[in-house]
């Protein structure tokens, strides 16, 4: 199967304080004429009514 997710930047995200996820890094990233980050996160909340 083909990796679609480039980790070896994860030694670099471990040194930032408080980091609680890691961000998405494209297999293609070091290799593409133009790089685009987009920052997000998403919350979901779930109720349930009784």
Known sequence: MDQIVEVKYDSQFNQIENLTWYPWVGKDYEDG??????????????????
């Not at 004429?33 to 009784?50: D, F, M, N, T």
Request: hydrophobic share 45%.
């Open 33 to 50: 004429k133009r790089r685009i980050l987009i920052v997000g996160e998403s919350h979901y909340l779930s109720l349930i009514h009784i």
